[in-house]
Each structure stands twice: as C-alpha cells, then as structure tokens.
C-alpha cells in the first residue's frame, strides 16, 4: 500500500498550522528552532490558562520563537492563541503515535481488499470495493452500539464516506482480534503471534457487505465461520 491519504491529510494540517503561524516565507520558516517546536507541540494555549502562562514567558524571554524580534514574535503569538482556541499544537510525536497504533486497524481493512502496491486502502475502498450492494437510494446505513443499523437520509457519496468510516471504526474496535497473517521470515526465533479469530473476521466482512462493499476477500472471509 502506498502512504494513506489520511496520513497526507494530518501532515497536511501539521504543515498548515505553522505556515499560518509564522508565515509561509522561506525566511520566517527557517527561523523556527527545533526547541520552540517541542515546546509548543500537544499545548493549548488559546483554551489553557496555564499553557498560556509558561509559554508566553519564554516567548518573552526569548526562550520559544527567539530568532524573531518582538514585534514578529507577538504576531506569532498571537496566531498560535488563535488557532489553539479548540484544538492542541500538532505534535510529531502523537503523530508517529498514532501512526503505530493505526497499523493494527489499517492491517484488518487491508484484509478486505484486493492488495496493489500502487493505490491506498482508501483508494481502494472507493474506487474497487464500494458497489452500494444492499444500500437504498437515498439512505445511509448507520451502526448502532447495540450492533443494530438504522437509516439516515445520504447520498451515494454519503454511503461510501459513511461506510469507510464505520469499517475503520469496526476495526479500532476489534483489531486484536484478527491481527494480520505475520510473515514468515519474521516467525524465527520469536514468539508465536496470536492468530486472527475466524468469528471476528467473519463478522467484519459481513459488516463491510451490508454496508456496500464487495470484494473476492470479502467473500471468502463471509465464509470462514462455515468451513471452520
């Protein structure tokens, strides 16, 4: 698979905030430190009193941003308190973070599609997978935390965003229980890694079925509970 939109999308957003932060001028970006980043990344503050106490101390001693002179640095300042007014500074270390932790989930959708070195896992759901197989024009399957589904009013598009969405979320919820195959050149000199429950896989490809996916990997894996 190749790097997943939504990893382009939150670096996209990392990018964006400190372009509208400092400037998207060469010169303004080259004077952001290394430490000033660290400093501000995962704080709050434009919605936290006490982040935004520490940080304009060293803001005005020069600590965070001291390439700058004062009057740019209050500029600065001032954007970053705006920008944090409901949200933290992008942090590259949750990003990594989370980038580890969506593996496991990301491995059980891949399960549900035809594998190409060349397209997305998105690409992929979208442009070969989604057919809208039992959806009707006009509404959105929703799940519901009983396991149930109720109808919403949607689009097709709605359906395919929809249904993407609901099989990641499917995925956060139960990928320990059907990790990926482990490959063998990793199985040597290691512990046996736990097996996917054929149960779980079988109900998640039925869950991508009903909410309009189709594919010969979600197929075979429909079938798991009757052949096991």
Known sequence: MGVDECILYSLDL????????VGVERDAM???????????????????KADARDLYKKLKA??????????DRE???????????????PSFFTFFEDLNWLKG???????????????????????????????RTGQCLIQKPDHTFVSKPGTEADQMNLGVLQLFLIAMRNHLNMPAEPKKKNLLAKPRPKKADP????????YAHKLGFESDEIRELTELRASS
Request: net charge negative.
């Open 14 to 21: 990392m990018k964006d905030f400190w372009y509208e932060s």
């Open 199 to 206: 149960e779980v896989l079988h109900e998640f490809a039925a």
């Open 75 to 89: 500029k600065i300042w001032a954007e970053v308190c705006r920008r944090t007014k409901d949200r933290l500074v």
């Open 30 to 48: 080259q004077k952001v430190d290394e430490n000033s980043v660290k400093e501000l990344e995962g704080t709050a503050p434009g919605a936290c």
């Open 62 to 71: 020069g600590k965070i941003f001291g390439a700058f002179n004062d009057q």
């Open 105 to 135: 989930p990301a491995d059980c959708v891949k399960r549900l599609i035809p594998i190409s070195p060349d397209d997305t896992i998105l690409y992929a759901l979208e442009q070969y997978v989604f057919t809208g197989v039992n959806q």
